[in-house]
């Protein structure tokens, strides 16, 4: 059953002008997620943070008001060429798949997620 869909548009020059206060970061990633931002360049940076911006925003659009999650109850993995993953972290929402998809193009990321509940049943 699906829960809901979730969009959001995120400018990285706003995200940029975010991560100027250190504790940007460490707000919005998982450790995960922080660990893979900690070994990035800095010009990497304002996108990476962009990216998790619009997925976490798109999910919790996803999954609201049946489950509210935190910023760092996601985290987003994208690895090579392989379909991206999106983790909630464990006990946050037991029996749902969260299904994600990215894109950015110059100035703007574009994240859309579905919440699939397994059962028939909440």
């Not at 100027?20 to 990476?48: D, K, M, Q, V």
């Not at 489950?67 to 985290?75: E, Q, S, V």
Request: glycine share 4%; aromatic share 10%; hydrophobic share 45%.
């Amino acid at each position: 059953m699906i829960l809901g869909i979730g969009v959001d548009l995120c400018h990285i020059p706003r995200v940029a002008r975010l991560a100027t206060n250190p504790r940007f970061a460490a707000r919005i990633l998982s450790p995960a997620e922080h660990t893979i931002f900690a070994s990035l360049p800095a010009p990497h940076h304002s996108r990476f943070l962009a990216v998790r911006w619009a997925i976490k925003e798109s999910a919790y659009k996803a999954l609201y008001p049946t489950y509210r999650l935190h910023w760092k109850d996601l985290t987003f993995l994208a690895k090579n060429n392989n379909k991206p993953i999106l983790q909630p972290s464990p006990n946050t929402c037991k029996g749902v798949t969260l299904h994600a998809s990215v894109s950015h193009d110059g100035e703007y990321v574009f994240a859309t997620v579905v919440a699939e509940h397994l059962s028939p049943t909440l």
